[in-house]
């Protein structure tokens, strides 16, 4: 399994401004994910996050909103830019030990983020 | 794209009471099969998975889960639930292509309340 902790675990932002969520993982994973997750509602993937090469992301979340970084194997970090408070909302952290078709994607307690 | 239903958004049982929660997906081919669970304040935690073989899992804290191919169903169930088991209960899915695995999807979540 692999351990993922999140930094920072809430925030309260202003409207128009940009939080950088840090993640990190106790071990090498082979893929990283953001995720969101709205009240009463599923996870919903943002991204991947691939070390060494651009994010890929889902339908409806753009690089420019969303910008990823994944410089190591251990770390990836996303910044919620120009935020509004349809923003407000936790965003989860994941990683995905290989053990090729049977991965299987760890969380991390999440970033609890409100924008007023 | 796959879709992950989980039909029961509250369930609310006494303690001692037998637990079964529904998930039912909509691919069609091979796929990995996942339950996670949220405790209050906590993180999401892998509580079973499934990938081939018995189609009968065990996972941690006494919960089990069965795969029945014909009816693209993955329940979650528990003979005595504990109140120590309220939390929320995500169902998971991802579908093996060849030799590669596609994205994880979600179901909403099931919010499980035991009365002590």
């Known amino acids: 399994s692999a351990v993922i902790s999140q930094k920072p675990s809430r925030d309260i932002c202003q409207r128009g401004t940009s939080l950088t969520i840090q993640c990190q993982v106790d071990?090498?994973?082979?893929?990283m994910f953001w995720y969101r997750q709205q009240p009463g509602q599923s996870l919903t993937l943002i991204a991947t996050a691939n070390q060494g090469s651009e994010a890929t992301y889902e339908s409806g979340f753009v690089i420019d909103k969303f910008p990823i970084s994944r410089p190591n194997l251990t770390f990836s970090t996303l910044t919620v830019s120009n935020m509004s408070p349809e923003d407000s909302s936790i965003y989860l952290c994941?990683?995905?030990?290989?053990?090729?078709?049977?991965?299987?994607?760890?969380f991390g307690p999440g970033t609890r983020l409100t924008v007023l | 794209a796959q879709s992950v239903s989980q039909h029961n958004h509250h369930v609310i049982l006494s303690e001692a009471a037998s637990l079964e929660l529904g998930c039912n997906y909509s691919?069609?081919?091979?796929?990995?099969l996942f339950w996670y669970v949220q405790y209050p304040g906590q993180h999401l935690q892998l509580l079973l998975k499934y990938f081939s073989g018995d189609p009968l899992v065990k996972g941690i804290k006494g919960f089990e889960a069965e795969f029945i191919k014909s009816k693209f169903s993955f329940n979650l169930r528990k003979p005595s639930v504990q109140w120590s088991d309220t939390a929320e209960y995500f169902c998971?899915?991802?579908?093996?292509?060849?030799?590669?695995?596609?994205?994880?999807?979600f179901g909403r979540g099931t919010q499980l309340t035991v009365w002590p």
């Open positions: 071990s090498q994973v082979t893929m």
């Open positions: 691919y069609g081919g091979t796929v990995n």
């Open positions: 994941s990683g995905e030990t290989s053990g090729g078709l049977t991965d299987t994607q760890y």
């Open positions: 998971a899915v991802n579908a093996r292509r060849g030799s590669t695995l596609g994205r994880l999807y």
